[in-house]
């Protein structure tokens, strides 16, 4: 039964407010509070290593680095180990699936979760000091806590999510997230070491003007989804690609937009993993009460038949998705 809610102000510690809304659950247990500080502090560990990555290339070429030559790690390969170091002591997480892994790290332990993270999302942008992420998904295992890791356990549809975010590591680091009621952002201050709740109950605009793909693709897409991008042109849309998901993503659920990654001549399915990208963000742009789709339907619906599946992602301002599932469908017309 749920108990009266407790509106945090603006500013609240990540903290208490991860505590005053475990507290609204009467069977609450903690783990999931518990889960998400990890995340938490890992996201504080791999913005420390991601804002000094210009100095590892000076320590790595004076042949600097420190024991386990971590920091010659490329940094994607670093933010995977940092993720998976705190969920693993955390105790929280049984399995956890990462971009950067071809196998389940199964952490054979009584946790209940099951954790799916791309650590760093936009790699491409790392050396050109340009806004990167991290973006997460929570499952609980279908089947009992001690038992071995099976299949149904890890391929969830993305509808079974219990929790689902993303860290920004831009002009200001972020850590934005849903249980499922609502989405909320943190800002963190660097100073403090401590995430402050700076964006309560985010919304997405239900339209919006910015369209975002990368337009390069353009003639490997199909007719539908040309024609959809024409008619963003004709209205003037403006065009926004910066080439991190997470990124793009947040910018469009701040001002309204939409966010395409289609299929193209080379990729069938497009680029995103869904389940290392493509669900945790359908998860929260839903709960913005924006939408997600693979062009032709639900992204939240799919399940997952391997590890590393892709898929094409619409995902956004609630009408625009509808909008383009409607040119690939054929219905505009
Ligand atoms: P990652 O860095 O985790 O491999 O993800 C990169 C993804 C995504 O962040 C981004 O939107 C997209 O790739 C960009 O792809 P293109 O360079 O093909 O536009
Ligand atoms: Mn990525
Ligand atoms: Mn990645």
Redesign the pocket.
């Known amino acids: 039964m749920e108990q009266s809610r407790i509106a945090l102000p603006i500013g609240a510690a990540l903290d208490r407010f991860i505590k005053a809304k475990q507290d609204e659950f009467a069977y609450a247990t903690g783990e999931l509070s518990q889960l998400l500080r990890d995340i938490a502090l890992a996201g504080k560990v791999v913005n420390r290593e991601i804002n000094k990555a210009g100095l590892v290339d000076i320590s790595g070429s004076t042949g600097m680095e420190n024991i386990q030559g971590e920091d010659q790690q490329k940094l ?1 390969n670093l933010a995977n180990i940092r993720f998976i170091r705190a969920l693993t002591k955390g105790g929280e997480a049984c399995v956890i699936v990462s ?1 950067e892994d071809e196998h389940i790290n199964d952490l054979k332990n009584h946790g209940k979760y099951v954790i799916c993270i ?1 650590p ?5 942008n790392i050396n050109v000091n340009v806004s ?1 992420g991290t973006i997460f998904s929570v499952f609980r295992r279908i089947t009992e806590p001690g038992t071995p890791i099976t299949r149904e356990d890890v391929l969830q549809p993305g509808k079974n999510q219990v929790a689902a975010g993303y860290l920004l590591y831009g002009s200001s680091t972020m850590l934005v997230y849903t249980t499922g009621h609502g989405v909320n952002g943190f800002t963190y201050e660097p100073s403090l070491g401590e995430y402050f709740l700076s964006h309560p109950d985010m919304k997405i605009p239900e339209d919006g003007s910015i369209y975002s793909v ?1 337009e ?2 353009y003639y490997d897409f199909a007719p539908e989804v040309q024609e959809y991008i024409d008619e963003c042109r004709k209205r003037r849309y403006s065009a926004r ?6 990124s ?1 993503f947040h910018r469009n659920l701040l001002k309204g937009g939409i ?1 395409l ?1 289609p299929a193209t001549e080379t990729m069938k399915q497009g ?2 993993r869904l389940m290392v ?1 493509s669900n945790a963000l359908s998860f929260v742009a839903e709960q913005a009460g924006g939408f997600a789709s693979s062009g032709t339907g639900r992204v939240l619906e799919l399940v997952p038949e391997s590890l590393h599946e892709r898929n094409p992602l619409y995902i956004g301002s609630k009408n625009m998705v509808r909008e383009v599932e409607n040119y690939i469908s054929g219905q505009s017309k």
């Not at 760093?120 to 491409?124: A, I, R, T």
């Open positions: 994607d971009e791309d760093l999302d936009g790699s491409s990167i990368n390069g693709n690609y910066i080439g991190s998901l997470v793009d966010y990654y680029k995103l990208e």
